[in-house]
């Protein structure tokens, strides 16, 4: 199994709604990302985990919630969001890289969220 | 703090027209420069890693080469298939353990390829 599988694809929610969006891969990754994109922008990293512990956050607002619950899945809880929090959701996987070396990550399809 | 910039924004190129894409990059201490391609509304797909100057790695139209300062990517006799989006991103050394595999990304080339 070579694939991280996000879910949902789209999400449209309100902005007193509360939904989490998951990711899940099986390829023994121990580090996990999720990253937020906007239209022909490059991707911007919000949180990094690494074996399971929250190692990065890119100073991301409370009103999303990071967790990892164990090695093969993470999850980002959504509360009280706002219209511009609108984008493409993409969660990654790594090997953790030591001080030498680094790896690619493999990304999954993305949620699209909208926020009305 | 890490700094990637991709020339041009977006190509338009006929089928077979060979063209390279840019990616500047400044960074204290590479530990790694990547290719990505990204269709729309899809998570980006890994092509390259890079880590030394004068590294070069190929994969069917595509070739990545590498600099103290840039990588260029090589897009020979592209198909329409090769329309996408190309993303370059660094890693940094951060010392003896990294916390996570940390990328920061460029503004990607929308590059278009027209039969």
């Known amino acids: 199994d070579t694939e991280v599988t996000q879910t949902p694809k789209h999400l449209v929610m309100g902005m007193t709604n509360k939904k989490s969006l998951k990711c899940e891969q099986h390829?023994?990754?121990?580090?996990m990302y999720w990253y937020k994109q906007k239209a022909k922008k490059p991707p911007e990293l919000m949180f990094v985990?690494?074996?399971?512990?929250?190692?990065i956050n890119e100073s991301v607002p409370s009103r999303f919630s990071p967790e990892c619950p164990n090695s093969s899945l993470l999850n980002l809880h959504l509360h009280a969001l706002q219209p511009e929090d609108s984008a493409l959701y993409l969660c990654?996987?790594?090997?953790?890289?030591?001080?030498?070396?680094?790896?690619?990550?493999?990304f999954g399809s993305g949620t699209r969220l909208t926020v009305v | 703090e890490d700094q990637v910039t991709q020339s041009p924004e977006a190509l338009r190129l006929q089928e077979g027209e060979s063209s390279s894409l840019n990616c500047s990059y400044t960074?204290?201490?590479?530990?790694?420069l990547f290719w990505y391609r990204q269709d729309p509304g899809k998570g980006p797909e890994f092509l390259f890693t890079l880590y030394s100057a004068g590294e070069e790695k190929e994969k069917e139209r595509l070739k990545a080469t590498l600099t103290k300062k840039e990588s260029f990517l090589h897009i020979t006799a592209p198909k329409p298939e090769d329309s996408a989006t190309y993303l370059c991103a660094v890693q940094e050394h951060r010392g003896i353990k990294a916390a996570g595999n940390k990328l920061t990304f460029g503004g990607g080339t929308r590059v278009l390829v027209k039969p």
């Open positions: 990654a996987s790594s090997r953790v890289g030591g001080s030498q070396t680094t790896y690619g990550y493999t």
């Open positions: 960074v204290s201490g590479l530990r790694g």
């Open positions: 390829m023994g990754h121990r580090a």
């Open positions: 985990y690494s074996y399971e512990k929250l190692s």
